[in-house]
């Protein structure tokens, strides 16, 4: 039970690595005009911060997902490099 649960964690952290490094590509990618196809995607979450007084504590909550399509084939190989490995 232990190592399905180290499985899943690291392929967690593989899909998360694949994101953040896809999405590094994408934002470097922009300024090259054959690559530009790379940086289009698509921004979604909470644009302004909802925040919850509750006299004692002050909580603020958002979120902003920027989506790229590198950062999907970044996904989609940290997977197959997942299953690889």
């Given at each position: 039970?232990?190592?399905?649960?180290?499985?899943?964690?690291?392929?967690?952290?593989?899909?998360l690595c694949?994101?953040?490094?896809?999405?590094?590509?994408?934002q470097l990618?922009?300024?090259?005009?054959?690559?530009?196809?790379?940086?289009?995607?698509?921004?979604?979450?909470?644009?302004t911060p909802?925040?919850?007084?509750?006299?004692?504590?002050?909580?603020?909550?958002?979120?902003?997902?920027?989506?790229?399509?590198?950062?999907?084939?970044?996904?989609?190989?940290?997977?197959?490099?997942?299953?690889?490995?």
């Amino acid at each position: 039970m232990a190592t399905k649960e180290k499985g899943t964690l690291v392929l967690i952290i593989f899909i998360l690595c694949g994101l953040v490094i896809g999405g590094l590509i994408g934002q470097l990618a922009q300024g090259v005009s054959w690559l530009n196809w790379l940086s289009y995607g698509q921004t979604f979450g909470i644009p302004t911060p909802v925040t919850l007084d509750l006299g004692v504590v002050k909580l603020t909550f958002g979120i902003m997902f920027n989506i790229n399509i590198s950062s999907i084939v970044g996904i989609i190989l940290s997977i197959f490099i997942y299953r690889k490995f």
